[in-house]
């Protein structure tokens, strides 16, 4: 079972960036899939989750310029990040939510916000 | 939602135990049961190593243990190891606006 992250890089504020994360070993749509993300030198923050029928969720500080979505026949889950700020800057995890815990998670992709 | 309350540094001897707590509101552990902890080595992504309050996933060893009082989550690691040293949050569910808080995160220093 493995999540695998990719998409992060260096973008300017302001701008947006997608990020990818591929399951193998699990499906995407049968699992809850969240983002979790860590600033440098600071702790873990929830971002999102996607739930099996498809409602999502996010943190107060990406509400309404971060999107969360999933391609089954990819089985991958997406963030699409838009207007992206400086304390967006992260190293960003996807994780599966198996029961009440975080149980799976990504070795992460980092986002750099600068200009 | 602000984050869950932790210490930011605890320190042990080897052999020795350690508690670690984790605050938080009305909203989150004082009313549910969904209370984890993680361990996150250096350059690693974290790790569960308790969920539902006070279960270990397998393979995680019994040294250690979750309980909860309240509004208030704790994680004990008895007969500590050098390979314990590492950061450790908690996180519970939320009936707020954040589904998931975690812990502000606490540094464990073996001597």
């Known amino acids: 079972v493995q999540l695998v992250e990719s998409g992060g890089g260096l973008v300017q504020p302001g701008g947006s960036l997608r990020l990818s994360c591929a399951a193998s070993?699990?499906?995407?749509?049968?699992?809850?899939v969240a983002w979790v993300r860590q600033a440098p030198g600071k702790g873990l923050e929830w971002v999102s989750v996607?739930?099996?029928?498809?409602?999502?969720f996010y943190g107060d500080s990406v509400k309404g310029r971060f999107n969360i979505s999933r391609d089954n026949s990819k089985n991958t889950v997406y963030l699409q990040m838009n207007s992206l700020r400086v304390d967006d800057t992260a190293l960003y995890y996807c994780?599966?939510?198996?029961?009440?815990?975080?149980?799976?998670w990504g070795q992460g992709t980092m986002v750099t916000v600068s200009s | 939602q602000s984050a869950l309350t932790q210490p930011a540094s605890v320190s042990g001897s080897p052999g020795q135990s350690i508690t670690i707590s984790c605050t938080g509101t009305?909203?989150?552990?004082?009313?549910?049961?969904?209370v984890s902890w993680y361990q996150q080595h250096p350059g690693d992504a974290p790790k569960l190593i308790i969920y539902?309050?006070?279960k270990r996933p397998s393979g995680i060893s019994n040294r250690f243990s979750g309980s909860k009082s309240g509004n208030t989550a704790s994680l004990t690691i008895s007969g500590l190891q050098a390979e314990d040293e590492a950061d450790y949050y908690c996180?519970?569910?939320?009936?707020?606006?954040?589904?998931?808080?975690f812990g502000t995160g606490t540094r464990l220093t073996v001597l």
């Open positions: 994780a599966r939510r198996g029961g009440n815990a975080f149980d799976i």
């Open positions: 070993g699990l499906t995407v749509s049968t699992n809850y």
């Open positions: 996607i739930k099996t029928d498809g409602r999502t």
């Open positions: 009305s909203s989150d552990i004082t009313v549910y049961d969904f």
């Open positions: 539902d309050v006070n």
């Open positions: 996180n519970s569910y939320s009936g707020s606006s954040s589904l998931y808080v």
